[in-house]
């Protein structure tokens, strides 16, 4: 394939004037990295990377599990992970240093925080990094593997019920998960001057971009949400945290017909079908980043751009190609519905959940890809 014929294909399929796309095109050909190097390569100049990650997508849990060993060699010893209770923290610890795994104890944890998160990789995160410790001298620091959040408390909370700072300070005793969670990377890493790599969900791995919320008091009807988890912490250490997005559909606009749209307005997919699909690491500060994105992210700018929602991006494959996370089928073994039905976390995300059976259908539905990116699959 010609480079003259590359860019023809570029310049009509990527619906962006030619210079523009070609400036995009030239750029990754140039600086785009493999995604493990790119990850390692931020941490020259940053003691937190967030990785914003679409929960339960196989393919960006084995390639943070692949990175244990390449983490630890460039010095950074944590990884922090939201799904994980703090007061869990020392059993985490020591199954880390255990002579032999046990997957019971994972699965133990993972309950202990999520009764309904019986996605496999989550777990295996735990078994990738004791099985990098096992081979570590002995008396070598280990690789710490850091829980984030704390046991919420659902019980009192129902379907359709209205939320309050009443109802919602008795879930979450401890505050926000936002707050508590920067604090416990405050106290965990930066005062000991360590670093580390946070995978967690999107909206909560923003740092410099404020999320724009529908305010019909406020002027031009839209607001703004400061308080995520890199929100605080970039607030307080501008020049020691970065936010990195792994490939993901964006929510929508709302009135728009549909859940989700394709990044940058499909050209992320676009240029990487160009160039034979990646995977690739590569910067927004750049002219990938200069792409226009129309997703719900932008209801307060109508000029908006991927380089104001993140510092990086990372492409592992297409989205038609990302699988979903495995169902454990043993995670439920043993277990009293009536406890798991106290503390289903947060109704309305899941609906009513009559039965362990209608739980189990919708953890499924869940990681079934083709039925969640139904929106961003039909467009390419």
């Not at 992970?81 to 699965?107: C, H, I, K």
């Not at 940058?264 to 990646?278: D, F, T, V």
């Not at 043993?330 to 039905?341: A, H, L, S, V």
């Amino acid at each position: 394939m010609t480079k003259i014929w590359l860019l023809a294909l570029l310049f009509a399929i990527v619906n962006v004037p030619r210079v523009y796309a070609e400036d995009a095109l030239t750029y990754l050909n140039r600086n785009g990295v493999d995604p493990e190097s790119y990850i390692i390569q931020k941490f020259d100049r940053s003691d937190v990377v967030l990785l914003a990650e679409d929960h339960a997508v196989q393919n960006n849990l084995l390639f943070v599990q692949g990175l244990i060993p390449k983490l630890y060699d460039a010095g950074v010893r944590n990884l922090g992970m939201e799904f994980g209770a703090w007061e869990d923290q020392e059993t985490l610890d020591a199954l880390l240093s255990a002579p032999a795994y046990d997957p019971q104890a994972a699965r133990d944890l993972m309950y202990s925080y999520n009764v309904a998160w019986p996605y496999r990789e989550y777990q295996d995160m735990y078994r990738a990094a004791w099985a990098f410790n096992r081979g570590l001298p002995e008396g070598a620091e280990p690789f710490r593997i850091l829980n984030l959040s704390y046991r919420y408390d659902w019980r009192h909370f129902g379907v359709g019920d209205a939320r309050t700072p009443e109802n919602m300070n008795a879930v979450f005793a401890k505050g926000t998960p936002d707050m508590y969670r920067a604090e416990v990377i405050e106290r965990e890493v930066l005062e000991k001057n360590q670093k580390i790599l946070v995978l967690t969900g999107t909206v909560h791995a923003f740092s410099r971009f404020e999320m724009p919320v529908f305010n019909s008091w406020s002027d031009h009807f839209c607001d703004v949400v400061t308080w995520t988890l890199g929100n605080r912490l970039f607030q307080k250490y501008p020049d020691r945290v970065l936010s990195i997005a792994l490939h993901q559909p964006f929510p929508a606009r709302a009135n728009s017909g549909r859940r989700l749209v394709s990044p940058a307005n499909g050209k992320i997919e676009r240029l990487m079908h160009a160039l034979g699909g990646g995977p690739m690491g590569f910067d927004l500060d750049s002219p990938v980043g200069a792409l226009t994105d129309s997703s719900s992210y932008s209801i307060c700018d109508a000029g908006f751009t991927l380089r104001k929602l993140f510092d990086g991006y990372i492409y592992l494959a297409p989205l038609a190609d990302l699988e979903g996370a495995t169902v454990d089928p043993e995670f439920f073994t043993g277990r009293d519905w009536k406890d798991i039905r106290q503390q289903l976390p947060d109704p309305d995300f899941r609906g009513e959940t009559g039965s362990l059976d209608a739980l189990k259908k919708h953890i499924h539905d869940y990681v079934n890809l083709k039925w969640r990116y139904a929106d961003v699959l039909s467009e390419h």
